[in-house]
């Protein structure tokens, strides 16, 4: 069995499992590991742990826990990250291309700057990336990134008055929609329920499936419902008091779920129509047949035979002159 560790390379990022081997770690450990890109400088965040099973894919292995050589080398890469960013701001005044830089990141050996930048159209950086190796004498890596991305990198302040969620703890982002806001009588003001980024908060995805299952007994808004003060049109709902608003003539009365009953709707009063008794007959749903009686119906297993209609011979008489006329042509 493989000994199994959790790392996580940047604060609020995603988990690798990588296989520790005969490396000693234990969460909080900065260790050395390999990755597809390189070495890369991580810190344990679980593990180890023997009792799972190997993936389909072997693991990538942890080289050795961070010395301070390997500490030394990360701040060395922090500084090279902070004039990198400089530089490339300035180069990117002075060719006044359409960009926005975020963030730059070196990777552990060095080998490689990526430059995380966003655009709102195609930019042709190539003169800027030669400009960018030329200075640094490395590889250069320019990678747009969307707005929600921007957010967990740079960090901010919410709404809420707390540190964005993004940049603290949430890992993946999942997709929001409007109804999400709709379903939890959120009002649909875009500034109330848009984050920094400009995106729909992704707040609105936690309680979602907790407000969904508490309104199944809810009545839907701008329905008619049947109360015991009378008819009324729902306005509002409150689902974690169990009471909603109704408007009943020119006033409005708030009643729990369990005093309203759903007012009949077309369907239903069709349906009673057909129920009450028939004029001259005495008995619901019954229907006076006419003076022939009613229409003779075919035998088990039998269908009504009916009239074959006749065939077109509109397309044969024409195909005759056609070859008709070739033959006197001829």
Request: charged share 35%; proline share 7%; with cysteine.
């Amino acid at each position: 069995m493989a000994r199994i560790v959790g790392v996580r390379f940047k604060r609020a990022s995603r988990i690798y499992s990588f296989d520790a081997g005969q490396v000693e770690c234990g969460p909080g450990d900065w260790v050395v590991v390999e990755t597809e890109r390189g070495m890369a400088l991580g810190q344990v965040v679980s593990g180890p742990d023997e009792s799972q099973p190997l993936p389909p894919q072997p693991l990538k292995k942890v080289l050795r826990r961070a010395g301070r050589r390997d500490i030394l080398r990360y701040e060395q890469n922090c500084e090279l990250e902070g004039y990198a960013y400089q530089v490339c701001l300035e180069l990117i005044r002075e060719k006044d291309l359409p960009m926005k830089l975020v963030d730059v990141e070196y990777l552990f050996d060095g080998s490689k700057a990526i430059f995380y930048f966003t655009a709102e159209q195609r930019v042709d950086f190539r003169e800027l990336v030669r400009d960018l190796a030329r200075e640094f004498h490395t590889r250069i890596e320019m990678r747009q990134i969307g707005v929600r991305d921007e957010a967990k990198m740079v960090g901010g302040i919410g709404p809420c008055g707390r540190e964005l969620c993004c940049a603290t703890w949430l890992t993946d982002f999942a997709p929001i929609s409007v109804r999400m806001a709709k379903e939890q009588d959120v009002a649909l003001n875009p500034a109330k329920i848009s984050g920094i980024c400009g995106r729909l908060m992704c707040c609105l995805s936690y309680e979602h499936a907790m407000y969904r299952d508490m309104a199944k007994g809810f009545p839907k808004l701008g329905k008619t419902v049947e109360t015991p003060r009378g008819r009324g049109k729902v306005v509002r709902r409150n689902v974690l008091e169990g009471t909603f608003v109704i408007q009943i003539g020119q006033g409005e009365v708030e009643l729990s779920v369990e005093e309203v009953t759903e007012a009949p709707g077309p369907e239903r009063e069709k349906e009673a129509k057909m129920e009450e008794p028939v004029a001259g007959t005495g008995s619901p749903g019954l229907r006076e047949e006419p003076a022939g009686g009613a229409p003779e119906r075919p035998p088990p297993g039998k269908t009504r035979e009916t009239p074959r209609p006749a065939r077109r011979k509109k397309g044969r008489k024409r195909r005759k002159r056609k070859s008709k006329a070739r033959r006197n042509h001829g």
